[in-house]
């Protein structure tokens, strides 16, 4: 990072992902200690990620460059594109609703859980709860609204691991329009 | 004096319209500092226009009409008070201070102003991104650029409404668009990243502050080449 200033182009610095994976792992198990129910944890996990997706926002338009988003799907295609550059997989996108206002993110592969059994006791822990906080967080500085929760998750036993993103409405914008 | 590049300011404005970053570019300003003896009458006419006191008419000696009172007999002057008594109605009134040293100068933006004009330029912004002539295939983007017979201002508006205004002079001819998306890339870079910066408050950050002066030291040749070679679509296929 501190090389950017000299650079033509931008430097995505590359790490590890067991790093960043078991940074999260920590984090996680921090929360555990300090959480009385899983309840309590789901809602920190996305509460940090609602404010990581605050600043990541800014990072992905700097570093993409992007215009607004004029439908859901475009929404859509930016939240895959988004995995790629900062998770390093494109998830499928799915299950669009009939009114286009709701999808599905399947996650196949999710390098976050690599190394992960959850315990009897942590059932209701969404492991990966941090994710809906940033999709929410990000969404919001583009003036969109969206909720978004788990539909199926692969450590409680289901098939693969689904989230499910939901319009809600437009933030109406005190901001003028900025379009391109 | 040393003009590497023609920027003179750098400012930016969050979403709401406050100003939470200002960056002087200070041996790009130019020195207007006049300092001159008079006896009495004084033969300058002065005024106090709100923070300062400023010469309404009678220009001499490249004491022009505009510029402010900044020093009496050395001494800095703020408001319009000097030892107790106010400058114009006492003391420069007086027969006895005479002879006067008075040093007079264009003064620069006070903190406030610089508020002032941040807030102020996000309204104009808003009625400039009105549909006032409406267009069915694109929509008004606001105040891209403002040109004025001494400098020129570029503004760029991030999808989530923070500005980046860039001052320089006229004959700058850089491209400045990417010297904003530069800028934007810094202020992600080293203000969001810190965990310690709350959103939409003022930036105190010094690598920031460090980073955007290594990016306007720069001599316009080499700001030019990186920023015309590196730019656009190219950065952005860099990151997959």
Redesign the interface.
């Known amino acids: 990072?501190s090389k950017?200033?000299n650079?033509?182009?931008?430097?995505?610095k590359k790490i590890n992902s067991d790093l960043f994976v078991l940074t999260y792992g920590a984090i996680v198990a921090q929360l555990v200690k300090e959480c009385d129910n899983a309840e309590e944890i789901n809602k920190q996990l996305d509460k940090m990620g609602y404010n990581i997706g605050?600043?990541l926002?800014?990072?992905y338009?700097?570093?993409?460059?992007?215009?607004?988003c004029h439908d859901f799907k475009d929404v859509a295609e930016r939240i895959q594109n988004a995995f790629?550059?900062y998770l390093g997989f494109a998830p499928t996108i799915t299950n669009w609703s009939a009114a286009q206002d709701e999808f599905s993110i399947l996650i196949d592969y999710n390098p976050l859980t690599e190394f992960v059994e959850l315990p009897d006791h942590l059932s209701n822990l969404r492991y990966c709860n941090l994710l809906c906080g940033v999709i929410r967080g990000a969404l919001e500085?583009?003036q969109i609204d969206v909720q978004v929760y788990f539909l199926q998750d692969y450590l409680r036993g289901d098939q693969t691991t689904e989230l499910r993103v939901r319009f809600m409405k437009k933030i109406e914008?005190?901001?003028?329009?900025?379009?391109? | 004096m040393n003009r590497s590049n023609g920027i003179y300011s750098i400012y930016i404005i969050s979403k709401s319209g406050g100003l939470i970053y200002n960056y002087d570019v200070e041996s790009n300003f130019p020195v207007t500092d006049v300092e001159k003896t008079f006896s009495y009458p004084l033969d300058i006419k002065l005024e106090f226009i709100k923070p300062r006191i400023i010469v309404g008419f009678g220009q001499r000696d490249n004491i022009r009409v505009g510029y402010s009172l900044l020093a009496i007999n050395g001494d800095q002057i703020s408001g319009r008070k000097y030892k107790d008594q106010d400058v114009l109605d006492e003391y420069l009134a007086n027969e006895e201070n005479y002879p006067v040293n008075l040093k007079f100068g264009l003064a620069r933006l006070t903190t406030n102003e610089k508020i002032v004009m941040a807030s102020m330029f996000h309204s104009m912004y808003a009625i400039a991104a009105l549909q006032i002539v409406p267009q069915k295939d694109r929509f008004c983007t606001g105040i891209e650029a403002m040109e004025t017979n001494n400098f020129r201002l570029n503004c760029y508006q991030t999808l989530t409404g923070v500005k980046f205004l860039v001052i320089s002079d006229l004959n700058d001819s850089t491209n400045k668009d990417l010297l904003l998306r530069k800028i934007y890339e810094l202020y992600v870079d080293y203000a969001l990243k810190n965990p310690f910066y709350k959103l939409e408050m003022p930036i105190r950050c010094e690598l920031f502050d460090i980073n955007l002066a290594q990016l306007l030291e720069k001599n316009d040749k080499t700001l030019n080449e990186e920023l015309g070679s590196g730019g656009g679509e190219s950065s952005s296929s860099n990151i997959f």
């Open positions: 990072m950017q200033a650079k033509n182009s931008i430097e995505t605050l600043r926002i800014e990072d338009l700097s570093k993409t460059q992007m215009t607004r790629r550059i500085m583009v914008d005190v901001l003028p329009r900025n379009d391109d």
